[in-house]
């Protein structure tokens, strides 16, 4: 359900990111959100600035996998303003997850910078779980590459698409 455009409901949080690949800590963070929204976007941004692993529509497709079971949870790809994909969306809430106290500034200024361009849309930061505050799409990419145990920190779907991307050793044969 997508609210007319222009609207702003707050009972519906967007959650961006680009998901490269989708972790526990993500996975945590959506969960608990779909308890506090009526529902939750899962937004997979394109982002251009940012060399991904994986193509849009498999990082979407990821994250479909791991919280599709949630009916309130629905993970859509956009591309370009994140604050204009709030507004058609319908969306109220910009979710973000804070893992430590050097997030804060960066997601600050991002929170800043979406209420100049829209001072309709709030943004909500949630801590991660306790368990997840060092966990990192990179970090999970950078040790499964050396040939790490990824297993902890992302889910088996996960694992298979980063087999299927490098080989189970990580080498990319």
Avoid: C
């Avoid at 007319?4 to 990111?17: M, Q, S």
């Avoid at 849009?56 to 791991?66: D, F, K, N």
């Avoid at 910078?113 to 505050?133: I, P, W």
């Avoid at 590459?145 to 990319?172: K, T, W």
Wanted: glycine residues 8%; charged residues 25%; aromatic residues 8%.
């Amino acid at each position: 359900m997508t609210a007319a455009l222009g609207t702003r409901d707050p009972r519906v949080a967007l959650y961006p990111g680009t998901f490269d690949p989708v972790t526990k800590g993500h996975e945590d963070l959506i969960r608990r959100a779909s308890r506090l929204f009526d529902q939750v976007v899962v937004a997979v941004a394109a982002d251009a600035s940012k060399d991904t692993w994986f193509p849009l529509s498999q990082r979407t497709e990821l994250v479909e996998a791991v919280v599709g079971d949630l009916p309130n949870v629905r993970a859509v790809a956009f591309e370009g303003l994140l604050i204009d994909f709030v507004l058609q969306e319908g969306a109220g809430v910009i979710l973000r997850g804070l893992r430590a106290i050097s997030d804060f500034e960066y997601e600050f200024q991002m929170a800043s910078m979406n209420r100049k361009l829209d001072a309709e849309v709030e943004t909500l930061f949630l801590m991660t779980g306790e368990s997840y505050t060092y966990l990192s799409s990179g970090l999970v990419r950078e040790i499964f590459r050396m040939g790490g145990d990824v297993s902890a920190f992302v889910r088996p779907e996960v694992i298979h698409a980063l087999n299927q991307r490098l080989g189970p050793d990580g080498s990319g044969s």
